[in-house]
């Protein structure tokens, strides 16, 4: 990874937009006194790339400048030879917490120029991640690297520079295995363990389903191919009788039907009766209407008054200041009540749909009721009929001869069912009633929050073109003497307009309740429509409801009689067909075949076909069973075998055997290169060694003796340390064409601890670095004497407007 150009704009210190260009900077230097901003700088690189930052821990609340509610760092980045961007966008929510708005990572085009990018906000490359977490699992997969070993190898931050040189063996070794790429050997070992488990995984169910085919005998065969034939002469005797059924089953259904139409005509003929509140709605709506003329006619002298001062005054234009100034103060009145009369609307909505529920769900119950009723009646005309039945005698109602009497089922009574039926009603009733009252409710809020915005529109448009009320107000206290009668007159021109807006709503309240007495008319007449009911009279409410009212009665008694007819014939069909039906049984069930008493004949033509294709699906399966035998047993033997070799591989790259000599090979290589830039940076005092998986350093100032790297002094250690990360950053890039993509050295550690010859030394091989390994090294440091040996340095500022960045080069 290699940092072309670094845009930030409040974050940190950056609170203002600020852009650092690293293209050909392959050395530089971040520079500036303590808290300037220079760590704030590497630690915007990384958030770009992770979305966190070493030194803050887990959270992002650093990320945003105090006075800040949202930021963006924008990163344009090169790995492996392609150029991307890194985006991410952080916000100050209500309680200040801090949080990741937005995250983008683009792959941009080969011939892209990063300066380009200052005024580029939409999309100009391909995009490869839109999310925060999706950007930091594509910049680990183009980096090579996780967070936590991005900054023991990339970016060492303050506080943790030495932490590759104090790692445990197993964190080294892993962080080995990412540069070098060599996970890709594990990869196999999980893949062959995955088909080996896919193998066995097949192999059991192979096992299981050989384990649920059983033996199939002649016997067995023999026995479904005589089931086939017996249900085969079932299937012809069934179909003969069939259409006798079915003509009984057609003619029942035509009878229960009209039955049913004309149950359905008496219910709603049920619900047609004439409100008590009719006279008094018609009655509100003639004294609204009357109250609204004689308001205007108050209105129009008030107008009329208003106008001759007017003339008086026609000077000072004081009528239009007095207008403009009363319609402001009505808008602010408008909007009080459209706020109180949208709530109570919606409240009294929400009433009205629960009303509504609960009146349909009394409406199933009336239904119920009126069936129970009828199921008594019915039974109790059943039972008149069973006591003069004798056995052996014909039937008084079909004529047939009684076998054997029925046996008695017991039913409810008559009157109990018709007390349930008239609690139902009433309960409906009550229903229905409340739903009325809630419905002029509700639309007479409506109306007054219709008739609310009609007037804020009015007065919105007329005070389009108002220099506004303290103007006004200044210009009317300029003429109090001339405006004095003037504005008398207008403040009864405005009494006189309220008036007759109450006056308006009143009748609108009422023309609104007596639509509503029209609807629900229109509802009850509607739903009896295909009745033909008598022609109502529009002008008459009253009258109207009293014509659908006697109409629907007379139509109830005639209802009443065609249900006696049509319950006889219903009883008459269904005996018949359940004679037919039951002969239809008897035969299916002494094949085996069972079938509901309610079937039709259908039904019993598909039993008799079902049956038939069981038994024969029967016979077939019995003959497929020793196919699938033979398959299952040649299949078990493949599958065994694959899951024996996926078995094998796993187990010897298991071992780990060869990962871990090649991970030893390129910790040697990297101890010796690092042991030759401690040497130098020691002025040959020391040399770095790899001893039972820890780091050593061997003195040469102490007899050769090898000692533990945490026995080094701070500057001591910070050498070792450096000597290390220089060492992975020449040759490790080199081991592995798989490996991470390390382009960059980015160090934020104190060189203060150093002494002058260990500096200078620190510097030439930052130097060398550099120019000959074709990467990019950035320090952040305070010592003067490194900085001035460094081509490109970043010299960081802080004012009271926050951190600034300016490009100096030698």
Same mark, same amino acid.
């Given at each position: 990874?290699?940092?072309?150009?670094?845009?930030?704009?409040?974050?940190?210190?950056?609170?203002? %937009?600020?852009?650092?260009?690293?293209?050909?900077?392959?050395?530089?230097?971040?520079?500036? %006194?303590? !808290?300037?901003?220079?760590?704030?700088?590497?630690?915007?690189?990384?958030?770009? /790339?992770?979305?966190?930052?070493?030194?803050?821990?887990?959270?992002?609340?650093?990320?945003?400048? %105090? +006075?800040?509610?949202?930021?963006?760092?924008?990163?344009?980045?090169?790995?492996?030879?392609?150029?991307?961007?890194?985006?991410?966008?952080?916000?100050?929510?209500?309680?200040?917490? &801090?949080?990741?708005?937005?995250?983008?990572?683009?792959? /941009?085009?080969?011939?892209?120029?990063?300066?380009?990018?200052?005024?580029?906000?939409?999309?100009?490359?391909?995009?490869?991640?839109?999310?925060?977490?999706?950007?930091?699992?594509?910049?680990?997969?183009?980096?090579?690297?996780?967070?936590?070993?991005?900054?023991?190898?990339?970016?060492?931050?303050?506080?943790?520079?030495?932490?590759?040189?104090?790692?445990?063996?197993?964190?080294?070794? #892993?962080?080995?295995?990412?540069?070098?790429?060599?996970?890709?050997?594990?990869?196999?070992?999980?893949?062959?363990?995955?088909?080996? #488990?896919?193998?066995?995984?097949?192999?059991?169910?192979?096992?299981?389903?050989?384990?649920?085919?059983?033996?199939?005998?002649?016997?067995?065969?023999?026995?479904?191919?005589?089931?086939?034939?017996? /249900?085969?002469?079932?299937?012809?005797? &069934?179909?003969?009788?069939?259409?006798?059924?079915?003509?009984?089953?057609?003619?029942?259904?035509?009878?229960?039907?009209?039955?049913?139409? &004309?149950?359905?005509? @008496?219910?709603?003929?049920?619900?047609?009766?004439?409100?008590?509140?009719?006279?008094?709605?018609?009655?509100?709506?003639?004294?609204?209407?009357?109250?609204?003329?004689?308001?205007?006619?108050?209105?129009?002298?008030?107008?009329?008054?208003?106008?001759?001062?007017?003339?008086?005054?026609?000077?000072?234009?004081?009528?239009?200041?007095?207008?403009?100034?009363?319609?402001?103060?009505?808008?602010?009145?408008?909007?009080?009540?459209?706020? $109180?009369?949208?709530?109570?609307?919606?409240?009294?909505?929400?009433?009205?749909?629960?009303?509504?529920?609960?009146?349909?769900?009394?409406?199933?119950?009336?239904?119920?009721?009126?069936?129970?009723?009828?199921?008594?009646?019915?039974?109790?005309?059943?039972?008149?009929?069973?006591?003069?039945?004798?056995?052996?005698?014909?039937?008084?109602?079909?004529?047939?001869?009684?076998?054997?009497?029925?046996?008695?089922?017991?039913?409810?009574?008559?009157?109990?069912?018709?007390?349930?039926?008239?609690?139902?009603?009433?309960?409906?009733?009550?229903?229905?009633?409340?739903?009325?009252?809630?419905? !002029?409710?509700?639309? #007479?809020?409506?109306?007054?929050?219709?008739?609310?915005?009609?007037?804020?529109?009015?007065?919105?448009?007329?005070?389009?073109?108002?220099?506004?009320?303290?103007?006004?107000?200044?210009?009317?206290?300029?003429?109090?003497?001339?405006?004095?009668?003037?504005?008398?007159?207008?403040?009864?021109?405005?009494?006189?307009?309220?008036?007759?807006?109450?006056?308006?709503?009143?009748?609108?309240?009422?023309?609104?309740?007596?639509?509503?007495?029209?609807?629900?008319?229109? @509802?009850?007449?509607? *739903?009896?429509?295909?009745?033909?009911?008598?022609?109502?009279?529009?002008?008459?409410?009253?009258?109207?409801?009293?014509?659908?009212?006697?109409?629907?009665?007379?139509?109830?008694?005639?209802?009443?009689?065609?249900? =006696?007819?049509?319950?006889?014939?219903?009883? #008459?069909?269904?005996?018949?067909?359940?004679?037919?039906?039951?002969?239809?049984?008897?035969?299916?069930?002494?094949?085996?075949?069972?079938? =509901?008493?309610?079937?039709?004949?259908?039904?019993?033509?598909?039993?008799?076909?079902? !049956?038939?294709?069981?038994?024969?699906?029967? @016979?077939?399966?019995?003959?497929?069973?020793?196919?699938?035998?033979? *398959?299952?047993?040649?299949?078990?033997?493949?599958?065994?075998?694959?899951?024996?070799?996926?078995?094998?591989?796993?187990?010897?790259?298991?071992?780990?055997?060869?990962?871990?000599?090649?991970?030893?090979?390129?910790?040697?290589?990297?101890?010796?290169?690092?042991?030759?830039?401690?040497?130098?940076?020691?002025?040959?005092?020391?040399? /770095?060694?790899?001893?039972?998986?820890?780091?050593?350093?061997?003195?040469?100032?102490?007899?050769?003796?090898?000692?533990?790297? $945490?026995?080094?002094?701070?500057?001591?250690?910070?050498?070792?340390?450096?000597?290390?990360?220089?060492?992975?950053?020449?040759?490790?890039?080199?081991?592995?064409?798989? !490996?991470?993509?390390?382009? +960059?050295?980015?160090?934020?550690?104190?060189?203060?601890?150093?002494?002058?010859?260990?500096?200078?030394?620190?510097?030439?091989?930052?130097?060398?670095?550099?120019?000959?390994?074709?990467?990019?090294?950035?320090?952040?440091?305070?010592?003067?004497?490194?900085?001035?040996?460094?081509?490109?340095?970043?010299? &960081?500022?802080?004012?009271?407007?926050?951190?600034?960045?300016?490009?100096?080069?030698?």
């Amino acid at each position: 990874m290699r940092p072309l150009r670094l845009d930030m704009e409040g974050f940190g210190t950056f609170s203002k %937009p600020t852009t650092v260009d690293f293209t050909g900077a392959d050395f530089f230097a971040l520079i500036g %006194p303590t !808290g300037a901003g220079k760590s704030t700088v590497l630690d915007a690189i990384c958030f770009a /790339l992770y979305g966190r930052v070493p030194r803050w821990g887990s959270g992002i609340e650093y990320a945003l400048a %105090p +006075s800040a509610t949202s930021g963006k760092v924008r990163l344009v980045f090169s790995a492996d030879g392609a150029c991307y961007v890194a985006t991410r966008l952080v916000k100050r929510g209500g309680k200040g917490k &801090v949080t990741t708005a937005s995250a983008a990572l683009e792959k /941009l085009p080969p011939d892209i120029d990063p300066s380009s990018l200052d005024n580029v906000s939409e999309l100009i490359g391909t995009a490869l991640a839109a999310s925060a977490k999706a950007v930091g699992e594509q910049v680990e997969r183009i980096i090579g690297l996780p967070f936590d070993q991005f900054t023991k190898c990339v970016l060492l931050p303050q506080g943790a520079f030495a932490e590759f040189l104090h790692s445990s063996g197993a964190e080294r070794r #892993k962080i080995l295995e990412n540069l070098l790429g060599y996970s890709v050997y594990r990869d196999i070992q999980t893949a062959a363990g995955e088909e080996q #488990k896919s193998a066995e995984a097949v192999l059991t169910r192979i096992e299981q389903e050989l384990s649920r085919v059983a033996p199939v005998t002649d016997e067995a065969i023999a026995a479904a191919d005589a089931r086939v034939r017996t /249900l085969s002469a079932v299937g012809e005797k &069934v179909r003969a009788k069939v259409p006798r059924l079915d003509e009984l089953t057609r003619r029942a259904a035509e009878a229960a039907d009209a039955l049913k139409t &004309v149950d359905a005509e @008496h219910a709603l003929l049920t619900y047609i009766r004439r409100p008590d509140d009719v006279d008094a709605t018609v009655r509100q709506v003639a004294e609204a209407a009357a109250a609204v003329e004689t308001a205007r006619s108050a209105m129009t002298e008030a107008e009329q008054a208003e106008e001759r001062l007017r003339a008086e005054a026609a000077d000072v234009d004081t009528a239009r200041i007095d207008l403009l100034l009363g319609k402001h103060a009505e808008l602010v009145d408008t909007d009080t009540k459209l706020a $109180k009369g949208t709530t109570l609307t919606e409240d009294a909505e929400a009433a009205l749909a629960e009303a509504k529920s609960a009146q349909a769900q009394r409406a199933e119950q009336v239904a119920d009721a009126e069936r129970a009723l009828d199921a008594a009646r019915t039974a109790d005309l059943a039972a008149a009929v069973r006591e003069h039945l004798e056995p052996g005698k014909p039937c008084p109602v079909c004529t047939q001869t009684v076998r054997a009497l029925p046996e008695h089922t017991g039913h409810a009574t008559v009157a109990t069912a018709r007390q349930h039926l008239d609690t139902a009603k009433a309960a409906l009733k009550q229903s229905e009633d409340e739903f009325v009252k809630l419905q !002029g409710i509700a639309h #007479k809020y409506r109306a007054r929050v219709d008739q609310l915005l009609e007037s804020r529109a009015a007065l919105a448009e007329a005070l389009a073109d108002s220099p506004g009320p303290q103007r006004l107000q200044a210009d009317k206290e300029a003429a109090s003497t001339r405006r004095a009668a003037l504005a008398q007159a207008s403040a009864r021109v405005r009494e006189t307009r309220d008036t007759v807006r109450r006056a308006e709503t009143a009748h609108a309240n009422a023309a609104d309740k007596q639509a509503i007495a029209w609807r629900t008319f229109d @509802h009850h007449r509607d *739903r009896v429509a295909a009745l033909a009911p008598p022609p109502a009279d529009r002008g008459d409410l009253d009258a109207a409801w009293r014509s659908l009212a006697d109409w629907a009665a007379e139509q109830l008694s005639l209802r009443a009689i065609q249900r =006696g007819e049509h319950n006889a014939a219903v009883a #008459k069909l269904d005996e018949e067909t359940r004679i037919v039906r039951n002969e239809l049984s008897v035969s299916l069930t002494e094949a085996g075949v069972n079938l =509901g008493r309610e079937a039709s004949g259908t039904d019993f033509v598909e039993a008799a076909a079902v !049956g038939l294709r069981q038994a024969e699906d029967d @016979h077939r399966r019995l003959l497929e069973q020793r196919d699938i035998f033979v *398959r299952l047993t040649a299949d078990r033997a493949e599958k065994s075998r694959e899951a024996q070799v996926a078995k094998q591989l796993h187990e010897h790259l298991g071992t780990r055997k060869f990962v871990n000599w090649l991970l030893e090979e390129a910790l040697r290589e990297l101890v010796a290169g690092a042991s030759d830039i401690l040497r130098r940076l020691t002025s040959g005092q020391y040399d /770095l060694d790899y001893i039972d998986y820890e780091f050593y350093v061997i003195d040469h100032h102490d007899a050769d003796l090898p000692r533990p790297v $945490k026995t080094l002094s701070g500057g001591e250690t910070f050498a070792a340390a450096l000597a290390l990360a220089l060492a992975m950053s020449e040759q490790l890039a080199g081991m592995s064409s798989q !490996g991470a993509s390390l382009e +960059s050295i980015l160090l934020d550690e104190g060189f203060g601890t150093l002494d002058a010859a260990t500096l200078d030394q620190v510097a030439a091989n930052l130097e060398s670095l550099a120019t000959s390994g074709n990467r990019l090294v950035g320090v952040v440091t305070h010592v003067a004497g490194l900085a001035e040996r460094i081509p490109v340095r970043f010299e &960081v500022s802080k004012d009271a407007h926050g951190s600034h960045v300016e490009r100096v080069e030698l």
